[in-house]
């Protein structure tokens, strides 16, 4: 499939209309309201590469306590010093990867994710203006990596799965590539992203 350019990542992040959630392919999971949801932000940083845009990721550490060894955008909670969802996702960029904020051009966001851990994500789109070279934060990020967008767009591409959680089976999104295995909240934004629109 041959990449279309920013032009239509803009274009199909600003059609995802609707939240996505943990919860879309399991419901009964959901506590009822009120959740008292915790703000974050991620970034999903995309960059211009021979073969067509690509997006950054990056491997949690094995070591750390929560999601170790997941794939993970760049991004966590909101603080109280951030100018919101974009400073956020701008300022744990730079602290994960090593990804100045001025070298990045906000392009759109999307609409709030929910996790199951008790999080509202804004993933905020954004475009890398120059070459960079990424700098692990230690301890935190195992690995930083690129995902072709023409792969990501690609309904598809992404897989339903199950593994069995606080004694229940849960469902959720995958889109492998190579020998990463992206999955859950991060695997359900881009399928948002993807234009998959049935859940």
Same mark, same amino acid.
Do not use: C
């Given at each position: 499939?041959?990449? /279309? =350019?920013? %032009?239509d ?9 609707? /939240?996505s959630?943990d919860?879309?392919?399991?419901p009964d999971?959901? !506590? $009822? $309201? +009120? ?14 590469a $021979? ?7 990056t491997?949690?550490s ?5 999601? &170790?060894g997941?794939?993970?955008?760049p991004? =966590?909670?909101?603080? %109280?010093?951030d100018?919101g $969802?974009?400073?956020?996702?701008l300022r ?15 392009l759109?966001?999307? &609409?709030?994710?929910?996790?199951? #851990?008790?999080f !509202? ?6 475009r890398i203006?120059a070459?960079?070279?990424?700098? &692990?934060e /230690? ?6 990596? !690129?995902? +072709?967008? %023409?792969?990501?767009s690609? &309904?598809?591409?992404f #897989?339903?799965?199950? *593994?069995?959680?606080? =004694? *229940? *089976?849960?469902?959720?999104? #995958?889109? +492998?590539?190579? +020998? ?5 909240? #991060?695997?359900r934004?881009? *399928?948002?992203? /993807? ?5």
């Open positions: 499939m041959r990449d /279309a =350019g920013f %032009s990542l803009v274009f199909r992040a600003r059609q995802v209309r609707s /939240a959630s919860y879309d392919l399991h999971f959901r !506590s $009822p $309201p +009120p959740r008292n949801l915790r703000p974050a932000a991620v970034l999903l940083a995309f960059f211009e $021979p073969d067509g845009l690509r997006l950054i990721l491997k949690r094995a070591a750390l306590r929560h999601h &170790p997941q794939i993970a955008f991004g =966590g909670k909101v603080d %109280s010093g100018a $969802p974009h400073g956020a996702a744990e960029a730079e602290e994960e990867i090593g990804l100045a904020r001025e070298n990045v051009e906000i759109a966001d999307m &609409p709030a994710h929910e996790t199951i #851990t008790g !509202s994500i804004v993933p905020v789109l954004g203006r070459t960079f070279d990424p700098v &692990p /230690a301890g935190e990020v195992e690995e930083v990596f !690129s995902v +072709p967008y %023409s792969h990501l690609q &309904p598809d591409a #897989t339903v799965e199950s *593994r069995f959680w606080q =004694g *229940r *089976r849960r469902y959720y999104y #995958t889109i +492998p590539w190579g +020998p990463y295995y992206i999955w859950g909240a #991060t695997a934004i881009l *399928r948002a992203l /993807a234009g998959a629109g049935d859940r």
